[in-house]
């Protein structure tokens, strides 16, 4: 910080414990503070900024400073673009019910919000009413908040909701609106599924970049107020690099010593490069024989993140609100096939080599841990805009949809617990691999559309993790653990 200043940039915070400064200053006062040299140029009709070369630490500080980030405004995330699946509430929704309820097998059917907590056996425990949770979200949020609103006034909630911009509030940023359907999606699954909660924090980022994106999941951790941290935003592994992992390092590990849980999507590219799909068949090359090239998204694959991915879920013939069985999410389309396998950048944590040592001997991390509910077909019902602007029941899909759906979930165990559960992973692990016969494992599909992907099978899997989880079993398991 004193170095800093000297160089004449005022505007710091220290976060992360200490661990991390974070700066606002002119183009001419980093490039003197750090030796680099910054060029802009223009495409799409935006202007980016890039550092030739390496940032410089000084010398007195090469033992304690490992990284320097932001010196550019190109590598980012991204949020699935894939349109909603829209169906007004009318006689099309109730005629699939009906119909679907005629049939003798099990069928996936669109859901009320309400469903959800009795298909994972999470009824039983309470309403989140002393839980506080947050979603981390980007841009403008004005329909967000408003549809999160009609939402509350639906469902008779009365959730306080409060939205903290981690950047300046003039960022250009925040007046995007591309994206409002995902945190639609993301703050009513969520507030819908644990029933209510005490308070629901929207960390709101200026745009996509890995370093606004770790500065939204620092400012949680630092704040230490939301116990459950749900993120539908991902990107490519290789298109992060050491000073941003070790940025999230800091983030992440400050987070499981508050005790908080961070679910993060595992994203919607089944085996295949996150954003790599193509608009049309055949969407991905294949890549039978050729495993070495399967990828998995980032920030998930972090051990210390819960990798959530998606399924298709299956209800009852006579009752869309008892649970049949689940299928991992896979349209056969590009960017709707839920992404699962082993990271190239993280080391398998121990709680994995000690439950599933057979999948992880290559030595590294396996992605998802858990799958819910994220296929349009089983979606569960939300309110969004039409073209015109006009509120709409709509149905979303996704791993960004089964992400808020467990963290909704998590709520309610964590006030049935009365306090903070800790950080799950090892607990999960453990309880999954001893629940023998566990009415939720995912037994069907695959996350490959030319048979070069991972298939579902009895316990874990890289197609969907542990599967979904049965609450009321897990929430006995923690008591008598």
């Not at 001419?28 to 495409?43: H, K, M, N």
């Not at 940023?173 to 969520?190: F, H, K, P, R, V």
């Not at 295949?272 to 049309?280: G, K, L, V």
């Not at 998204?297 to 972090?302: E, R």
Request: net charge negative.
């Amino acid at each position: 910080q004193d170095y800093l200043l000297g160089k004449g940039i005022t505007d710091i915070r220290i976060a992360g414990n200490g661990s991390l400064i974070l700066a606002t200053a002119s183009v001419a006062a980093v490039q003197a503070a750090f030796d680099v040299s910054i060029r802009t140029y223009q495409a799409d009709g935006r202007t980016f900024y890039l550092n030739d070369g390496a940032a410089k630490v000084p010398t007195a500080l090469a033992g304690v400073v490992g990284g320097v980030l932001g010196l550019d405004n190109v590598r980012g995330a991204a949020v699935p673009q894939a349109a909603p699946h829209v169906q007004e509430r009318s006689a099309a929704a109730d005629s699939q019910r009906s119909d679907a309820q005629s049939t003798r097998g099990p069928m996936a059917v669109h859901h009320a919000v309400e469903d959800l907590p009795a298909l994972y056996n999470a009824s039983a425990l309470p309403i989140a009413s002393g839980t506080t949770a947050a979603v981390v979200a980007v841009g403008n949020l004005d329909s967000t908040l408003a549809h999160l609103r009609s939402f509350q006034r639906k469902h008779n909630l009365q959730t306080k909701v409060t939205v903290i911009k981690t950047a300046d509030p003039a960022a250009a940023g925040y007046a995007d609106t591309n994206s409002e359907i995902e945190w639609e999606m993301d703050t009513q699954l969520l507030l819908g599924t644990a029933g209510g909660l005490e308070n629901l924090i929207i960390y709101d980022i200026p745009d996509f970049l890995w370093t606004s994106l770790i500065q939204g999941m620092q400012r949680a951790a630092d704040d230490n107020a939301a116990s459950l941290v749900s993120i539908s935003i991902y990107g490519g592994e290789d298109s992060t690099s050491d000073d941003i992992d070790q940025a999230l390092n800091t983030a992440l590990n400050q987070a499981v010593g508050n005790g908080q849980n961070f679910l993060v999507c595992s994203g919607d590219d089944g085996i295949y490069a996150p954003f790599s799909a193509a608009s049309s068949p055949p969407y991905y090359p294949s890549l039978q024989g050729r495993p070495q090239q399967r990828a998995v998204a980032f920030p998930s694959s972090h051990p210390y993140a819960i990798a959530v991915g998606a399924t298709e879920l299956r209800s009852a013939a006579n009752s869309s609100s008892t649970y049949a069985d689940e299928r991992v999410w896979n349209a056969r389309s590009g960017k709707q096939i839920s992404q699962g396998g082993l990271s190239k950048v993280y080391a398998a944590p121990s709680w994995q080599q000690r439950t599933i040592p057979d999948i992880v001997g290559n030595g590294y991390r396996a992605v998802p841990d858990v799958s819910f509910n994220g296929s349009a077909n089983s979606s569960a019902m939300i309110l969004g805009s039409d073209a015109n602007g006009e509120e709409i029941e709509e149905y979303v899909y996704g791993t960004s949809a089964a992400t808020p759906t467990f963290a909704g979930l998590l709520a309610r165990l964590e006030q049935a617990n009365g306090r903070r559960l800790g950080f799950i992973a090892p607990a999960l692990y453990a309880y999954a691999k001893g629940a023998v016969g566990n009415r939720h494992d995912v037994l069907q599909g695959d996350n490959g559309l030319y048979a070069d992907g991972y298939s579902a099978g009895s316990g874990f899997d890289l197609a969907s993790g542990w599967g979904s989880i049965d609450m009321l079993a897990f929430r006995r398991y923690l008591q008598s653990h």
